[in-house]
């Protein structure tokens, strides 16, 4: 039924002006508002022509699983431009972590992972792959 289609993720924020803010200024993405009163929503564009849609929501709870997984090629380059731009790595228990906060998996899985929070608290990742 659903073979053809465009499917779209997406999440809530608890404000909407500071999300724009980070998802385009400091994570360097497209950003796009729409919409209007309860309606308003951003688009963000991933680059590979996916979207997401971020929305308010005023009872706003953080997802506390990973929303958004960004591959790069250097995650150490990676994690160096973004302790540039202000966003440093959170550790997550139960893992090892350097110390920067990047974890080494391998196994099947990345080869390497990091985790940080957009301003409502949402988990997003950085992860280089084998």
Not at 19 to 39: C, D, K, N
Not at 116 to 127: Q, R
Request: charge should be negative.
């Amino acid at each position: 039924m659903f073979g053809q289609s465009q499917a779209f993720s997406g999440f809530s924020v608890d404000d909407l002006g500071e999300a724009r803010r980070f998802y385009g200024e400091v994570l360097g993405l497209t950003v796009e508002e729409r919409g209007e009163g309860q309606m308003r929503m951003l688009t963000l564009g991933l680059g590979t022509g996916a979207q997401v849609f971020v929305y308010p929501k005023a009872d706003h709870t953080p997802a506390s699983f990973t929303i958004l997984n960004f591959p790069v090629n250097d995650i150490e380059a990676a994690v160096t431009e973004l302790e540039r731009r202000g966003v440093r790595l959170d550790r997550v228990p139960g893992f090892d972590h350097d110390e920067r906060g990047v974890v080494r998996v391998g196994n099947g899985g990345p080869a390497a992972i990091g985790w940080f929070t957009d301003p409502a608290g949402n988990v997003l990742a950085v992860l280089q792959e084998n």
